[in-house]
Every structure is written in structure tokens, then in C-alpha cells.
């Protein structure tokens, strides 16, 4: 099983990245997939989740109106589309998997600073 997530780097407020994550060793379309995200010190928060079929997203108030979660099931990849983005969101992007079984990538860094 893996998931491996792209797309973070430095990005300047109100700017834009999109992060990836492609996943492979599962059955990607039956699961629920995750993007949370943490800093030191922090806990692990839920950034948003859509659902296996992509019918249902959901979002951390601190995002909504701003990212958007997406997902590919013929690619097995999920997405998470940020826009407008603000200091507060530098963190670490981690995706998650979540059905039977739970699987987490490694995480892709994301800095928001002038």
C-alpha cells in the first residue's frame, strides 16, 4: 500500500498550490480519502474528506470557500485544489485512506510566507 503526496512548496498569501496524492496497493475507489494537515506541536487536522464515489465532500471551516478536495478513481489519485491561501495554513499535507483499513502517506510540506 502506498500513498504519496505532491504538490506542496513555498507560495506567497493568497496564492494558489494543488496538491496530489496518488495512491496504489488498494482498491482506491472503495475508500473514504482524507486530507489532513499538522504542525509542530499541533494536533492532526482534518482539512477535508470526500466520499468513494466523489458524491460528498466535506471541509474544516478554517477552508471552506477556499480548497477544494477532488478525486480521480481512474487514476487513483485525490486531490486538494488550495486558493487564496493564508499564513496559517504552512503546514504538513498529509492524504489519508479510510474504509476497512486505514493507510497515510508521508506528507508534502506547504509554506505560506511573503
Known amino acids: 500500500v502506498q500513498l504519496v503526496e505532491s504538490g506542496g512548496g513555498l507560495v506567497q498569501p493568497g496564492g494558489s498550490l494543488r496538491l496530489s496524492c496518488a495512491a496504489s496497493?488498494?482498491?482506491?475507489?472503495?475508500?473514504?480519502m482524507r486530507w489532513y494537515r499538522q504542525t509542530p506541536g499541533k494536533e492532526r487536522e482534518l482539512v477535508a474528506g470526500i466520499a468513494p464515489a466523489g458524491d460528498s465532500t466535506d471541509y474544516a471551516d478554517s477552508v471552506k470557500g477556499r480548497f477544494t478536495i477532488s478525486r480521480d478513481n481512474g487514476k487513483n489519485t485525490v486531490y486538494l485544489q488550495m486558493n487564496s491561501l493564508k499564513l496559517e495554513d504552512t503546514a504538513m499535507y498529509y492524504c489519508g485512506a479510510v474504509w476497512k483499513s486505514s493507510y497515510w502517506g508521508q506528507g508534502t510540506q506547504v509554506t505560506v510566507s511573503s
Open positions: 496497493g488498494f482498491t482506491f475507489s472503495r475508500y473514504r
